[in-house]
């Protein structure tokens, strides 16, 4: 993982430091700040490839500061929060948070998700062959560009986002139980997937739909998953 800029925000140094231990032995550059705040002002200065961000924090909490990094960036985005809650994992994914991992957290863990955003944001969009773009009826996917349109209008996708819409996109017509979405999108196995999913489908509908409770193209097919509509 060198020469990738990770920003840590947390208004607990022990646990800035402490994360920024792990991902240097992974050769991760670590920028740091202990709020939401610091966290715009350092965005504004420096290339970052992903944030790891604290959602209870002083003067900027981390649901704040997600929304206002979303209105800008795409970089991923991955939520800390000190409750178990899925409310407060759910609304971080609701304004546009990639992944979410629970305090205390594994270490390891936290690294090898960093990994696999990582991965995903340098790479996202790039399956190989054929089908560079796709049209069905008026929602385009431009593989290249990485670029998704609705007539003609740019639709802005986070990196999770889009790579759900591509995979959809690619394969349309069959439909994906929410196992095979997440394990081929989030390319790790799939365990209790089911809200986090959901919530991205859903903010995926009131992108590209003009109706998101009456879907033209992104169909739920109830009790097995769902599809884009050919």
């Known amino acids: 993982m ?15 430091d402490g994360i920024e231990i792990y991902l240097k032995n992974e050769g991760v550059t670590v920028l740091k700040a202990k709020d939401g705040i610091d966290a715009l002002e350092i965005l504004n200065e420096h290339q970052v490839h992903l944030i790891i961000l604290d959602i209870m924090m002083p ?58 955003q990582l991965r995903r944001y ?4 790039t399956y190989e062959g054929i089908n560079k773009v796709i049209d069905l009826n008026g929602l385009t996917l431009e593989k290249s560009a990485k670029e ?3 007539h003609g209008e740019t639709v802005k996708l ?24 997440y394990e081929q999108v989030w390319n790790e196995p799939c365990y209790n997937a089911e ?22 193209y992104l169909k739920v097919v109830w009790g097995i998953g769902y599809k884009m509509e050919k």
Do not use: C
């Open 158 to 181: 986070t990196p999770i986002e889009y790579k759900i819409v591509e995979l959809l996109m690619t394969n349309a017509g069959r439909v994906f139980s929410i196992n095979e979405i």
């Open 59 to 116: 003067r900027l909490d981390g649901i704040s500061a997600t929304y206002k990094i979303r209105e800008k960036k795409n970089i991923p985005i991955i939520i800390l929060s000190a409750k178990a809650e899925d409310t407060d994992k759910i609304l971080g994914l609701q304004v546009g948070a990639d992944d979410y991992i629970t305090k205390p957290f594994n270490p390891m863990e936290l690294v090898a998700r960093v990994k696999s």
């Open 122 to 125: 340098v790479t996202f969009g």
């Open 195 to 216: 809200n986090t999913v959901a919530v991205h489908i859903r903010k995926i509908r009131e992108k590209i739909e003009i109706d998101p409770k009456n879907p033209r």
């Open 148 to 150: 998704v349109t609705v």
């Open 2 to 16: 060198d020469n990738y800029y990770v920003l840590v925000v947390d208004d607990e140094k022990e646990i800035r």
